[in-house]
DNA sequence: TATTGACTTAGAGTGCGCTCGAAGTTGTAG
DNA sequence: CTACAACTTCGAGCGCACTCTAAGTCAATA
């Protein structure tokens, strides 16, 4: 596909997904006639799975050592592995804290009703 | 106490503070004999609540708009409850999203054991 | 074949939330 | 009384993650 259907279907813009490319985060697109960028779903793949890396908080930097050991090849997974799991648990400590200022939300809310 | 106490006790920098309070985000600091900022317990409970509306991913401008309400006093009572309850949902479902991250980030992290 | 719209690059600009530096003033300890 | 640490203001600078502009190239349609 080309960039502005990957765009659309990822929600990203063309922009920023030539971002992406230039530092690093996706891998060179293959061109047509070593012109335009053309997708295949592999990318698209990858771009939701590092909009799931965003959404859970890790900056740039930390995804850009996971996009490097994923081009290194299957040499890589355990440090890919230790590296999602360091992940993974800060996340959920994370939604610890988010859970526990919701309660203080929820006893502000209430508060007002006095 | 003295801004430096205050910093201590919050965690936040001197300058933060001060910061804060330029933006408007605390009321400006009474002053022993019009020179340094003295703080009471009050304004140590407004940090540690605007900590709160940070971590859980209040943006300044709304905060900004919450500080204001607060400075009006009782009468802007249900427009503080109005924000305080759209922010507390906006949370609530940003801790559903995590939460199914969490599912996929832990499925990847079981994928490297194949 | 001519036009139009999507693509390309390089680089500058933006908004957020601090963070720091400089230069000067004040309050306390010795 | 002196020294010095902590305070003050103002404004510049920074790191992040885009976001946009300009100027040019390419490809499909009328």
Redesign the interface.
């Known amino acids: 596909m080309k960039i502005s259907e990957l765009a659309v279907r990822t929600g990203l813009s063309a922009h920023t997904i030539r971002y992406y490319e230039r530092i690093g985060l996706m891998p060179p697109a293959p061109r047509d006639g070593a012109t335009h960028r053309h997708y295949d779903e592999r990318a698209l793949n990858w771009i939701e ?1 590092v909009g ?1 890396l965003k ?2 908080g890790m900056p740039i930097r930390q995804m850009l050592r996971y996009a490097e050991l994923r081009a290194a090849g299957p040499s890589s ?2 440090e ?2 230790a590296l ?2 360091e ?2 648990d800060a ?2 400590q ?2 610890e ?3 526990a ?2 309660e ?3 006893a ?2 209430a508060g ?1 009703d006095d």
Chains 1, 2 share one sequence.
Request: charged share 30%; proline share 0%.
């Open positions: 799975f799931r959404t859970t997974n355990a890919r592995k999602l799991t992940h993974r996340v959920r994370h939604v804290e988010l859970i200022c919701l203080v939300l929820d502000k809310i007002y």
